[in-house]
Every structure is written in C-alpha cells, then in structure tokens.
C-alpha cells in the first residue's frame, strides 16, 4: 500500500519559536505531488504549502517551508515564528497520477503555547 | 479564491433514514469532486471520486449501494447515505477541482458534515 506517515501525534511549540512536523510517504510514481493541509477547530482544510516532486527547491510560503528529501521520501514542514492561530490538526498529504486523489497522513496535533 | 459550499453543516437522523449532503463550487466549475469522511481525531479518508455525467468510482470496502453519490452538474455533488445506522456517524468533507485547474492543483474543500445517526 501506498502510505502517507506522520509520526508525531502531537506536538507543542512556544509562541515565537519554531517547530518541525515529520512527515514520510511510500510511493512508486515518479511524478507526484505533496502538500500540507491545515485542519483548525472549525474542521475547514487549508492548503498551507505544497512541493512538486520534479523540483528540487524546498517550498517557501511566509513562516512556512518544506524540507524534500525525495531519496529518503521525506516532507517535512517547519513554521517559523509560531503564532496562536497556527495551532491546529496538520496533514501531510500525496497526490499521484492524473485522478487527482489524495491521500492523508493520519496528522499531528499542534498546539501552540504563550 | 475558490469556495465549495457544503450543506447541511450538521445533521442528526434516526437510525433507518436516509440523509442526503451537497457539494457545491459557488465560483468554478468542476467535473470531479471528492467525498472524504473523517472519524474522530483520525485522518481523512477518501470514499468516492464524484465524476459528472457518470458513475462515481468508490474506494475498496466503500458500500456504494449505501453511499449514493450522484453529480448531476458541473457545481453539484450530493452523497446520500441510506438506511443510516449509528456506524455511520461520522465527519463527511467534500473536495472539488476547478475544471480549468491542471491535476496536480490543489483541491478546495467544504466546510464539512457532521452527521449523528440515533
């Protein structure tokens, strides 16, 4: 099977730090897509960031970047600066082939704290 | 930005009943749409794909004379659930891709049902 993993349910970071949430993932496609999605108490997903497998260049996006290690099939997402609102459910997530599905790590908890 | 309109937001039925959920992009068209349920504190997983003008395509072990999902236009989905019993119970999420996006473009999500089944 074809699997996303995030191996921290839970994290906790200090308003204005950093903190890095893990993610690994199993595929057999070469071309293929990964984002970071954000589930906040109102159960709304966000798309946070997302990375294009060809390109080499981690994605950038204000506070938020990835680092892709696609030998090691690593995706992992740092939030620099923390802030409040950043706490939330976050879910790595692989899109492969032209069907456009989607498939979700089973997410890490953060909670952010003063 | 793109917005997908998901109703109803919560809905509680009696076991037995039959409930039905839409699905629908207010500003872009979509041929594809995506149903995802979601237990508690677990991640989300992928139900049916929703094509419009044909027969959606289910995930294995996804009961599709129980998950009705008819996607009549371009900015409709609806997934009914029938004969619902108290397993049921669970978060439902709707996603849609913009007919104009490539398939690789990120997916707009609805708010989300929670359905409760007494």
């Known amino acids: 099977a074809q699997t996303v993993t995030q191996s921290q349910p839970e994290m906790s970071v200090q308003e204005a730090e950093t903190v890095t949430l893990s993610c690994t993932y199993d595929t057999s496609e070469s071309d293929y897509y990964l984002f970071w999605y954000k589930q906040p108490p109102s159960r709304q997903m966000i798309l946070v960031i997302r990375q294009e497998a060809y390109k080499q260049q981690n994605a950038t996006e204000n506070r938020f970047s990835v680092n892709f290690q696609k030998a090691a099939k690593s995706f992992s997402l740092k939030i620099s600066d923390s802030q409040l609102g950043d706490a939330a459910m976050y879910f790595c997530a692989r899109l492969t082939g032209t069907a456009s599905k989607l498939t979700f790590g089973t997410g890490t908890r953060l909670q952010v704290t003063l | 930005g793109a917005v997908v309109s998901q109703h109803p937001s919560w809905v509680i039925c009696k076991s037995g009943t039959s409930v039905k959920i839409e699905c629908r992009s207010l500003d872009f068209q979509a041929t594809t749409m995506f149903w995802y349920r979601q237990f508690p504190k677990q991640s989300l997983m992928l139900m049916a794909t929703s094509n419009e003008g044909s027969k959606a395509t289910y995930e294995q072990g996804v009961e599709k004379d129980k998950f009705l999902i008819n996607h009549a236009s371009l900015t409709l989905s609806t997934l009914t659930v029938t004969s619902a019993h108290p397993e049921d119970s669970s978060f439902y999420i709707c996603?849609?891709?913009?007919?104009?996006?490539?398939?690789?473009?990120?997916?707009?999500f609805g708010n989300g049902t929670r359905l409760t089944v007494t």
């Open positions: 996603s849609a891709r913009d007919l104009q996006g490539a398939y690789n473009s990120p997916l707009h």
